[in-house]
C-alpha cells in the first residue's frame, strides 16, 4: 500500500519561500509523476503541478514563476519550493499519486497546513 | 484551462435519497473526469475515474456517468457516511482543474 507524508514548516512568513517534501512509503516513486494540491481553508482544491521521476514537470500557470519541484529516486521522494509567499498561498498542502492510466489522484497525503504570517 | 462547473454548490438529503451531483467542463474532455469524496479534516478520496468506472473499494451506489463536457456522479441511496463535500477534476489537459465543490448536507 502506498502511503505519502508531507513535511515542512507549518508557518512562513510573507516574502519567503515554503519548502516541502513529500516521503513515498509502500512503493517506488519510478514510473510515475507525483502532485503537488493545495486547499485554502474552507475552499476548494487547486492543483499546483506535477512532476515524473524523470524530472519532467508540469506547473499551474498562475504559480509558474514562483514554483519549483524537484524529485530525488534515490530517497523515494519528490519536493515542493513556493517562493514569494503571501497571505493568499495559506492552505492545506497535499502531495499525491495520479495513476498511469485514468490520471485520476489514487494516492494521497494527510495534507499539511502551511499558514503565511510574520 | 478548462473550466470546471458543478451544481449545485450544496444539497440537503436525507438518508436513502437519490442525490445528483453535476460537472460541466468548458472543453471537450472525453472520459478523463474523475469524483472525489472529502470529509473535513481529511484528503479527498477517489470514488470514481474515468467518468463511470467504479474506484475499488467504493459502494456500488456510487455512479458516474457522462462524456464529453457533461458528467453526473449519483449517488443512489445516501448513507450516514456519504454526508461530505465532492469534487469533480479533469485529466485531460494541463493544468488540472477541479470543480468548487458540491456539499452534501444532511436535511
Known amino acids: 500500500q502506498v502511503q505519502l507524508q508531507e513535511s515542512g514548516p507549518g508557518l512562513v512568513k510573507p516574502s519567503e519561500t515554503l519548502s516541502l517534501t513529500c516521503i513515498v512509503s509502500g512503493g517506488s516513486i519510478n514510473g510515475y509523476s507525483w502532485s503537488w494540491i493545495r486547499q485554502p481553508p474552507g475552499k476548494g482544491l487547486e492543483w499546483i503541478g506535477d512532476?515524473?521521476?524523470?524530472?519532467?514537470?508540469n506547473y499551474h500557470p498562475s504559480l509558474k514563476s514562483r514554483v519549483t519541484m524537484s524529485v530525488d529516486t534515490s530517497k523515494n521522494q519528490f519536493s515542493l519550493k513556493l517562493s514569494s509567499m503571501t497571505a493568499a498561498d495559506t492552505a492545506v498542502y497535499y502531495c499525491a499519486r495520479p495513476d498511469k492510466v485514468a490520471i485520476s489522484i489514487d494516492y494521497w497525503g494527510q495534507g499539511t497546513l502551511v499558514t503565511v504570517s510574520s | 484551462d478548462v473550466q470546471m462547473t458543478q451544481s449545485p454548490s450544496s444539497v440537503s438529503a436525507s438518508v436513502g435519497d437519490r442525490v445528483t451531483i453535476t460537472c460541466r467542463a468548458s472543453?471537450?474532455?472525453?472520459?478523463?473526469l474523475a469524483w472525489y469524496q472529502q470529509k473535513p479534516g481529511k484528503a479527498p478520496k477517489l470514488l470514481i475515474y474515468?467518468?463511470?468506472s467504479l474506484q475499488s473499494g467504493v459502494p456500488s451506489r456510487f455512479i458516474g456517468s457522462g462524456s464529453g463536457t457533461d458528467f453526473t456522479l449519483t449517488i443512489s441511496s445516501l448513507q450516514a457516511e456519504d454526508f461530505a463535500t465532492y469534487y469533480c477534476q479533469q485529466s485531460a489537459s494541463f493544468p488540472r482543474t477541479f470543480g468548487q465543490g458540491t456539499k452534501v448536507e444532511m436535511k
Open positions: 472543453l471537450g474532455i472525453s472520459s478523463w
Open positions: 512532476i515524473s521521476y524523470t524530472g519532467s514537470t
Open positions: 474515468a467518468a463511470s
